[in-house]
């Protein structure tokens, strides 16, 4: 049998293989052996990148003020505005709707967090709408009724269905809401994102969100993009950081100790507002000096903060224990004596590094 010089090249090259597959050690390195860095150290030195080209960046910023009117008439018309583009576009937003949006109420919802509660949100908008009928009927002799009924205790449904009532002709009066990464974590699952088409739908409000996952599209059908949010796409890359986002998410070669909860919650409540970061203060400060306590009574932190303040109301103190809880700083359990109090999901020691570290 004769055997061509292929096939021999052809055999000597599998014989090499299996010799050296017999030859070789498994090793014995682990991955738990990886010696990791600290995350601090880690977003530390990434924070002191220089930036780039930061004259063109803030050039294109500038250039993106200029469709603020457009932006605000097509709101008006009844659309959706949908940024995508390469870099964060949460400064972009915020800009667009703290100047060109003053007139309206504004309702922020954080999805690269990673948990939201929708019912919570759905309450929100049916307030702020109410408290825009109100203003309108203060200029005009018409009287609008509301349900006596609560809005803490009423269904998804029946909110909705308040919110895309013809209570107010026209399109110059609606509640917008601003959705920072509408494909993140907490809102990219079908449910959600029904159930997100179906706020975008009333005739009352309007959605301006953002997208970064070049997948995000797949989110929607067609009903869903052509008639419940009714998007208006627009392309504004702005080529900066996802600072804020990527604060939730761990990175893959750091670990992650008492020092970064800290850091981590700190930065979150570096973001809120005044009023929010003395009410989480409170808080804080009778955590750590009530160790033994299951947490702080509800009517308690309201009468506290009341007495500084810093709430003028219970549906204010909602407003910002809703934030919390969506930043899964705080949580609710029920007492001994049936009563709910509030915790803070972070370690006492944990807990007075970020006193220590918070400046309020």
Request: aromatic share 10%; net charge negative.
């Amino acid at each position: 049998m004769e055997i061509n010089s292929g096939d021999e090249e052809e055999f000597g090259f599998s014989r090499n293989y299996f010799l050296a597959k017999e030859g070789s050690k498994k090793s014995t390195r682990k991955i738990t052996d990886i010696d990791l860095v600290d995350e601090q150290e880690l977003r530390a030195a990434a924070s002191n990148v220089e930036p780039k080209h930061e004259k063109e960046v803030i050039a294109l910023m500038n250039s993106y003020k200029k469709l603020h009117p457009r932006w605000v008439f097509e709101l008006m018309c009844g659309f959706g505005l949908l940024m995508y583009g390469f870099g964060s576009k949460k400064a972009l937003i915020e800009d667009f709707a703290s100047t060109a949006l003053t007139e309206y109420p504004v309702l922020v919802i954080n999805g690269y967090l990673h948990s939201i509660n929708l019912k919570q949100v759905v309450i929100a908008l049916a307030e702020l709408w109410w408290d825009q009928l109100k203003r309108k009927q203060r200029k005009s002799s018409r009287t609008v009724h509301k349900n006596e009924q609560p809005f803490n205790s009423r269904s998804i449904d029946d909110l909705l269905a308040f919110m895309d009532e013809p209570q107010v002709e026209g399109n110059d009066s609606f509640v917008c809401v601003v959705i920072h990464n509408i494909d993140g974590p907490a809102l990219r699952d079908s449910e959600n994102q029904q159930n997100v088409a179906r706020i975008a739908s009333c005739s009352h409000i309007r959605i301006v969100a953002s997208i970064d996952h070049v997948n995000a599209p797949l989110l929607w059908d067609k009903k869903m993009v052509h008639t419940q949010f009714n998007w208006n796409w627009y392309h504004v890359p702005t080529f900066a950081p996802y600072k804020i986002e990527s604060v939730f998410f761990p990175l893959i070669l750091a670990h992650s100790g008492t020092a970064q909860s800290a850091k981590t919650a700190a930065i979150v409540i570096q973001s809120l507002t005044p009023n929010a970061q003395n009410v989480f203060k409170i808080l804080a400060e009778y955590q750590v000096s009530h160790p033994e306590e299951e947490g702080m009574a509800v009517d308690d932190l309201y009468t506290v903060s009341r007495e500084q303040f810093l709430v003028s109301s219970k549906v204010a103190l909602n407003s910002h224990l809703t934030e919390f809880k969506d930043h899964d700083l705080v949580k609710t359990r029920r007492q001994s004596d049936g009563q709910d109090c509030l915790y803070i999901t972070l370690p006492i020691d944990a807990l007075q590094k970020l006193l220590s570290e918070i400046n309020l």
